[in-house]
């Protein structure tokens, strides 16, 4: 197993790089369409073909990993923040705040947030750069995100508030805050973070699915969202249109096999 | 006697107090979605707007139709008084009662989250039970992967993979649902299993399948019952996400076209209804496992 | 001569995804709530109706579910139980309809699938023929304008019932037509009447005799009656009696709707015999187009209409021939910039939006060609103006092609103010042109055509930002708050006379989508096509109303307010079972005469 899990960090690692540099591996632009060759087949100048516009597969696959593998870490980062502020607090003061907060958790996991998304979509404003685009739709991947990971940091704040540790602390006459900062959060880091490691995959299939609904990265920027719509068409594409769906298969499932197998289920 | 009274007291004002807070949760998310969709762009509009053949007349009157709805605290309180009248709504963009809407495609989806759920279950059990309980180390690392890869794929995917193979959207959603069952269940029996006396039956060479049930599945069944509760909350999710996006006339499609249409009532009920699914499911785990509930 | 109908439409409809699964994998499963009773004809006449059988379709799916079935059958338990042959019941024409119907009352029909259901099962007094594109007595064996085009009087068919034995009467249309005109109904059908809310007189000079008068002439008003569906008067079934070939037979909500063939039908073929051939339609609601192609290669349905290029090209490499590329549509893509000085835009796009060599030039800078070679795989043609070639009679052939031509573009762009700068257009107050174009989410077609644009604008130094909004958002953008730049959309042309686009051109109106509700037109070109527009449609002579409307597609060519990108062609697949088919580019493409439809032998006693 041990083996399996360098093997995929490595892999990743490899990826992240090709990611990272894509002008190692081609030098076509991702945007540029080659209108007089659509849909070409695999070729030395295009080695996974173009798409229906005639732009090159490869550039564009390279070029939406890395789209999904830099936002994702970030939109996870901000709902872990989050969850981290409202969970951590709610678990460690109690009382009407803990109250409130649970209801607030609660109803965000009560709404319909796949429907609502697409009203949400519809009040954010127009003139946006992709590139502002991209950042819009993590960040509200990353907004929304937060309430499941929230109930988790609050129940281990709250085992740690009620801990013998905490409790000579706050004996010793140290102020809530300095307890809050010295005591607590260190000892929920590795919530917070196996939180974090946890919701990346999860965030970079948010996306794809979002840009399977037409909503998310805007064009001509790809991401893995809008790289697979193609696929939903009747036409038989040739293997390399599949290439998206296997890279963000290995993908996700080499996040999944680094981490330990307790982080996946909570 | 008087302590399992008092016991028994305890519980019921618990369990009433939670039955409260889920009341209180549709009510605000009922209230929530009603007012995004009323102030979202669109709200209020119809695709006939852009009917040239129409006169202002009757432009002005698609936009008049939508005046109840306008005051979105007003527009809830009249509904909830409706609701209690047995009546919930008419819903415009579809010209038909919800009543009528929901009884034509509750079967649909209900169809799919039970053919999920039983093919999840059974899934997980497949890969989980004869790694845990023969401790196959390879069949473990085969089914985390397998998990780990099904996991890996957006619901969006799998449709897709599925339907390029043929295979019927049920499978769809026990695909989604197995790889979260599958951990979950794979750690109850583990727990179950690493217990003492089991180490010690299994030491003592007493075979797996004895004890699978007595020892192991028995004192498990309240994380059982939860993981049941916990399955019906995430096969409700897969399948609305599903059928929204595969064009199944379910419930979720029903949500996502009202979602398009601003069909502010029929919005606020699947609201209420998913709100309510969701915390049942949720209590349900909450009272049946305080493993769980650690987690609430 | 009237009625023309321009709807702006959102092609693959307000869904955000087409992704395709397995519908009917739960239709045997429902209970059909039929809002309509089956028990709807007299069974006396002889005439065999096949009841619909629920699980055929599973059936035929279930094959090709059979190979999960295998690799999980310890699983399924009984799923398959449907399993039968996939026998279809004799003389059943099957379809698909792309959407939920709203209604199935004649009169209140608004969208497309209600607006199928319309053509199949309404009777109307004029029928216009959707090949040659004329008028044809229907109920109505004869029609006059009289009061200088302020009336017609019809002279009706007589010995003609309603599907439910019912008799037909000059009664049932003074009832339709008061229905139809009543103030409060606000139906497209009656709206392009422009009657306004006055008075419109209807009198029955004798059983077989109806006429109607209104306050002021209606152009082209005999067209106007192809879409109004006759009620009857008297019949205990209200408007789900119908005088049409088939009657609504069954709804089961979501899934499917049946059509059976009503025995009173009057039409009779040349031997005599009475029409229609076909004993059932059944049309499946289901707007997953590459299951409906999975289906109709299956043999489950017989029709495929307005099929996408890709999945033509498709078919056409496996039945080459059931397909038919009609040519032209009414159907086409257009895209225009928000003119309205009540826009909360920058004044200084307004400018730009404002200028006609802006506009002119952005017009020489997109690539039609292009779009029509990659986007429709070459079956759709670059589009000149307003009226599509398929509408024979009112299409301006004198119309100049927008030609692809990015130094002229430039050219007219500098004529402008605007100057390239390292490969960036700056306008005279040197600001980057850049702007927005906002299109509808989940259609694929639109979303391709904004990225080619996209590209085509680079080459001239402006930056495009591709916006994809569901519909609904997109509605209130150009109907409301006015806050947008630009849009692309598509603009269907249900009917042929120009008359009912009125609500697009004049400056007043306000589907006028590039500056809507003007008080006073803004520009001297907008004030003329008032004049031109108001002028056709109180002329009666048709070709005087065509020199008029010419000039105004004339005008609109030159200025360029909407800058019209394609026009689709009508794919169409029949399958080689159906006789007579002869489809056309008009709606209902391939059941415009359905009443002389029939399915080979085979087909039938299957």
Redesign the interface.
């Known amino acids: ?1 041990k083996a ?1 899990r360098y093997l995929a960090a490595t892999l990743l690692l490899a990826l992240l790089l090709a990611a990272l540099w894509p002008g190692a591996l081609t030098r076509t632009p991702y ?3 080659f ?1 007089e060759l ?1 849909n070409a087949p695999v070729s030395r100048q295009f080695p996974l073909g173009t798409d ?3 732009r090159d597969r490869l550039s564009r696959l390279l070029y939406g990993t890395r789209v999904s593998l830099l936002a994702a870490p970030a939109a996870a980062l901000l709902s872990t923040i989050l969850a981290a502020l409202v969970g951590g607090l709610a678990g460690f003061l109690g009382g009407w705040f803990d109250r409130a907060a ?2 607030l958790i ?2 965000m ?4 947030w ?3 998304l ?6 954010l404003p ?5 590139l502002v685009s991209v950042l819009l739709t993590f960040g509200l991947i990353g907004l929304l995100g937060w309430p499941s990971a929230a ?2 940091v609050r ?1 281990g704040c709250r ?1 740690l508030r009620c801990s013998d540790l905490v409790l000579q602390a706050r004996a010793c006459g140290l102020p809530r805050g300095r307890v809050l900062l010295k005591h607590v959060l260190p000892n929920v880091r590795p919530i917070l973070t196996a939180q974090f490691r946890a919701s990346i ?1 999860i965030y970079i ?2 996306e ?2 979002l840009g ?4 998310g990265v ?3 920027l790809p991401s893995w969202g809008n790289l ?2 193609p ?6 594409p040739d293997w390399a249109a599949w290439a998206p ?1 296997i890279l ?2 290995v ?3 080499c ?3 680094t981490q330990s ?1 307790k982080v ?2 909570q | 006697m008087s302590l399992d009274a008092a016991g028994t007291s305890a519980r019921t004002t618990r369990l009433g107090r939670a039955l409260l807070r889920i009341a209180a949760t549709a009510l605000a998310g009922g209230l929530l979605s009603a007012t995004m969709v009323r102030f979202s762009p669109g709200f209020g509009l119809d695709e006939k707007q852009l009917d040239a053949r129409l006169s202002r007349e009757s432009q002005e009157a698609v936009l008049r139709s939508h005046d109840q709805e306008r005051n979105p605290l007003r527009f809830y309180a009249a509904w909830w008084k409706r609701v209690f009248a047995g009546d919930l709504g008419f819903s415009q963009s579809l010209n038909r009662p919800i009543r009528e809407l929901l009884a034509d495609r509750a079967p649909a989806t209900l169809d799919l989250m039970l053919w999920g759920i039983a093919g999840a279950w059974v899934l997980a059990i497949v890969f989980s039970v004869p790694a845990v309980m023969r401790r196959l180390a390879r069949l473990a690392a085969v089914s985390s992967l397998f998990s780990g890869m099904t996991a890996s794929l957006p619901a969006a995917g799998i449709a897709i993979l599925l339907f390029r193979m043929g295979i019927s959207a049920k499978w769809m959603v026990a695909l989604v649902l197995f790889p979260r069952l599958y951990q979950y269940l794979r750690n109850v029996l583990q727990q179950a299993s690493g217990r003492p006396h089991v180490l010690l039956a299994r030491a003592k060479g007493l075979r797996w399948q004895p004890l699978l049930w007595r020892h192991v599945l028995l004192p498990a069944r309240a994380q059982l019952i939860a993981l049941v509760a916990v399955s019906i909350n995430m096969a409700f999710g897969a399948a609305v996400a599903i059928e929204a996006i595969c064009d199944i006339p379910g419930l979720g499609q029903l949500a996502w076209k009202a979602a398009a249409a601003r069909d502010l009532p029929v919005l606020v009920v699947l609201t209420v209804m998913i709100a309510l699914v969701t915390q049942m499911s949720n209590l349900v785990a909450d009272l049946s496992t305080p493993i769980l509930r650690s987690q609430s | 001569m009237k009625a023309f109908l321009a709807k702006l439409d959102c092609g693959a409809g307000t869904r955000a995804c087409r992704v395709e699964t397995r519908l009917d994998a739960f239709r045997g499963l429902r209970t059909p709530r039929s809002k309509v009773p089956n028990t709807h004809a007299p069974r006396s006449k002889g005439i065999v109706r096949p009841k619909s059988v629920d699980t055929s379709v599973d059936a035929a799916d279930t094959s090709v579910r059979a190979t999960a079935v295998v690799v999980l059958a310890l699983l399924t338990l009984a799923c398959s139980a449907v399993a039968a042959t996939g026998a279809q019941p004799g003389g059943e024409l099957r379809f698909c309809l792309y959407s939920e119907p709203k209604t199935f009352n004649p009169l209140l029909v608004a969208d497309t699938s209600s607006e199928a259901i319309r053509y199949m099962t309404a009777g109307v007094l004029i029928r216009v023929n959707r090949q040659t594109q004329e008028l044809e007595p229907s109920l109505a064996v004869s029609w006059r304008v009289v009061s200088q085009g302020r009336g017609i009087a019809f002279k009706l068919r007589q010995h003609v019932a309603f599907s439910d034995g019912t008799p037909f009467s000059a009664e049932d249309v003074a009832y339709t037509m008061h229905t139809l005109f009543d103030p409060s109904l606000h139906a497209p059908t009656a709206d392009s009447f422009h009657a306004g809310g006055a008075a419109v007189k209807i009198e029955t000079p004798a059983a077989d005799e109806v006429t109607l008068t209104f306050p002021t002439p209606v152009a082209g008003i005999e067209r106007l009656f192809d879409q109004v569906g006759i009620l009857s008067s008297k019949s205990p079934r209200k408007e789900m009696a119908s005088l049409g070939p088939f009657y609504v037979a069954q709804y089961k909500p979501g899934s499917e709707v049946d059509l059976s063939r009503n025995p009173y039908y009057w039409k009779r073929d040349r031997q005599g015999l009475r029409l229609p051939r076909i004993d059932a339609v059944r049309l499946y609601i289901q707007q997953n187009r590459d299951m409906e192609l999975i289906r109709f290669q299956r043999g489950d349905l017989n029709i495929m209409s307005a099929v996408s290029p890709e999945l033509f090209d498709q078919l056409q490499a496996r039945m080459p021939a059931a397909v038919r590329d009609l040519g032209p549509s009414l159907e086409s893509e257009m895209m225009w910039f928000n003119q309205s000085p009540k826009a909360p835009l920058p004044a200084y796009k307004k400018l730009w939006f404002q200028s006609r060599e802006f506009r002119r030039a952005l017009s020489a800078a997109v690539n039609r060609e292009d779009l029509c070679r990659l986007v429709y795989r070459g079956h759709a043609h670059p589009a000149e103006g307003p009226i599509s070639p398929a509408n024979r009679f009112w299409f301006n052939s004198g119309l100049k092609p927008h030609r692809y031509d990015p130094a002229e573009a430039l050219a007219l762009l500098g004529k402008a103010g605007f100057r390239l700068q390292d490969g960036q257009l700056y306008d005279a107050q040197s600001h980057a042109v850049e702007f927005s174009i906002v299109t509808n989410a989940g259609n694929q077609a639109r979303e391709k055509i904004a990225q080619m644009i996209q590209q085509d604008l680079k080459a001239i130094g402006i930056r495009l930002n591709v916006v994809k909004l569901d519909y609904s958002a997109i509605i209130d953008r150009i109907s409301q708050s006015l806050d947008y730049e630009s849009c692309l959309l598509g603009l269907t042309n249900v009917d042929l006379d120009p008359d009912a686009q009125m609500n697009v051109w004049l400056s007043s109106a306000s589907n006028h989508q590039w500056n809507p509700n003007q008080a006073s037109p803004a520009t001297p070109w907008e004030a003329e096509i008032d004049r031109l527009m108001q002028a056709q449609g109180s002329e009666l002579n048709p070709a005087r109303r065509k020199a008029y409307f010419d000039k105004v597609q004339e005008i609109v060519s030159q200025e360029v307010p909407f800058l019209y990108l394609v026009t689709k062609n009508a794919l169409v697949a029949v399958s080689p079972s159906l006789q007579n088919a002869d489809p056309s580019v008009l709606r209902p493409q391939a059941v415009w005469n359905i009443e002389m439809l029939a399915l080979t032998q085979e087909v039938a006693k299957k």
């Open positions: 197993m399996i945007d540029r369409q209108r659509p229906e516009l005639g649970v209801a609660d109803l996991l009560s709404l319909p796949l429907f609502l697409i009203i949400v979509r519809a009040m127009l003139n946006v750069p992709a109930r988790i129940a085992t995959p299939l948010a794809a699915n399977l609904l037409g909503l805007a064009d001509p697979l719509r696929l939903e068409s009747g036409l038989a769906l963000m298969l993908v996700v499932s996040l999944y096999l197998s996946v289920v």
